[in-house]
């Protein structure tokens, strides 16, 4: 048996990546390396919350490019998309824009990027725009750079709460199967588009409530049907209002029309002899 009391105990946790970025700020100013901000927010990306694989990418990066390091050589490292650039996509999903949406992910496969990191980051970023909608902005739920904050911040301003849910559906479903996917492209095209057409898509509760309130509303006092089928003329005066002709006598009423018709069409059973008188 394991004595509980020899054992140590180890809780691993992802970093945050602020955190990450001033770790590697610090190891690039002892070894005289000037690397740009943005350039430092891509290896924690792409670190995913290790340290160790961090300062792993930064030691090649040092190896490769000398004392000077950009984001685009972290890119291409990885493999990943620029931040820009999925901004950029986020905004023409948001907008409708599905010809700047398939363009954008053209020019990205073109340049090599890997589709199911792309489709992760996608994913995350609609995440954060829906974190910032709804908490008004908070730093401490978001891991991002003041830049990419405020271009965070205008698209939540703009985008409804169960439009990027319902998109965040979809590109939930996409990343679990692009792993067997056989045409990756394929399926994120489509994913772009059941994103654009979901932001303006009708929820099935607010369809029910609409239901709900069409079936608890008054009727019509009188249904048009009705009001066809109801005599045009108004019936005449009573037999007690007619006055008498002269002579004292009261006019006898016509029969019914509906009575004379039945008698005009009504079958002659037989026919009387004539006899004649002798």
């Given at each position: 048996?394991?004595?509980?009391?020899?054992?140590?105990?180890?809780?691993?946790?992802?970093?945050?990546?602020?955190?990450?970025?001033?770790?590697?700020?610090?190891?690039?100013?002892?070894?005289?390396?000037?690397?740009?901000?943005?350039?430092?927010?891509?290896?924690?990306?792409?670190?995913?919350?290790?340290?160790?694989?961090?300062?792993?990418?930064?030691?090649?990066?040092?190896?490769?490019?000398?004392?000077?390091?950009?984001?685009?050589?972290?890119?291409?490292?990885?493999?990943?998309?620029?931040?820009?650039?999925?901004?950029?996509?986020?905004?023409?999903?948001?907008?409708?824009?599905?010809?700047?949406?398939?363009?954008?992910?053209?020019?990205?496969?073109?340049?090599?990027?890997?589709?199911?990191?792309?489709?992760?980051?996608?994913?995350?970023?609609?995440?954060?725009?829906?974190?910032?909608?709804?908490?008004?902005?908070?730093?401490?739920?978001?891991?991002?750079?003041?830049?990419?904050?405020?271009?965070?911040?205008?698209?939540?301003?703009?985008?409804?709460?169960?439009?990027?849910?319902?998109?965040?559906?979809?590109?939930?479903?996409?990343?679990?199967?692009?792993?067997?996917?056989?045409?990756?492209?394929?399926?994120?095209?489509?994913?772009?588009?059941?994103a654009i057409?979901?932001?303006?898509?009708?929820?099935?509760?607010?369809?029910?409530e609409t239901?709900?309130?069409?079936?608890?509303?008054?009727?019509?006092?009188?249904?048009?049907?009705?009001?066809?089928?109801?005599?045009?003329?108004?019936?005449?005066?009573?037999?007690?209002?007619?006055?008498?002709?002269?002579?004292?006598?009261?006019p006898t009423?016509?029969?019914?029309?509906?009575?004379?018709?039945?008698?005009?069409?009504?079958?002659?059973?037989?026919?009387?002899?004539?006899?004649?008188?002798?």
């Amino acid at each position: 048996p394991t004595i509980l009391s020899r054992c140590q105990r180890f809780d691993f946790r992802r970093i945050p990546a602020g955190l990450i970025v001033k770790h590697l700020a610090m190891i690039a100013g002892r070894e005289q390396v000037e690397v740009d901000d943005a350039a430092l927010h891509a290896i924690a990306r792409g670190a995913g919350g290790g340290m160790r694989d961090a300062e792993s990418t930064l030691d090649q990066l040092i190896s490769f490019c000398g004392s000077k390091i950009v984001e685009e050589d972290v890119l291409s490292m990885f493999g990943l998309a620029a931040g820009s650039r999925v901004l950029a996509l986020g905004e023409a999903i948001l907008s409708g824009e599905a010809v700047v949406a398939l363009r954008e992910l053209e020019a990205l496969e073109q340049a090599g990027k890997d589709l199911g990191r792309l489709t992760t980051d996608l994913l995350h970023h609609f995440r954060n725009v829906l974190v910032f909608r709804v908490s008004g902005g908070d730093r401490g739920l978001l891991e991002m750079s003041e830049a990419e904050a405020a271009a965070l911040g205008a698209q939540a301003a703009r985008a409804e709460v169960d439009s990027l849910t319902r998109s965040l559906e979809v590109l939930t479903d996409a990343e679990g199967r692009l792993g067997y996917a056989t045409s990756k492209k394929i399926l994120l095209e489509v994913t772009l588009l059941r994103a654009i057409e979901a932001r303006s898509a009708v929820s099935v509760q607010t369809l029910i409530e609409t239901l709900g309130r069409l079936r608890d509303s008054d009727a019509p006092s009188e249904s048009p049907v009705a009001a066809r089928v109801a005599p045009a003329v108004s019936p005449g005066p009573a037999a007690s209002s007619r006055r008498p002709v002269e002579g004292g006598s009261t006019p006898t009423p016509a029969p019914p029309v509906a009575s004379v018709e039945a008698s005009a069409l009504a079958p002659v059973s037989a026919v009387e002899p004539v006899v004649e008188a002798s």
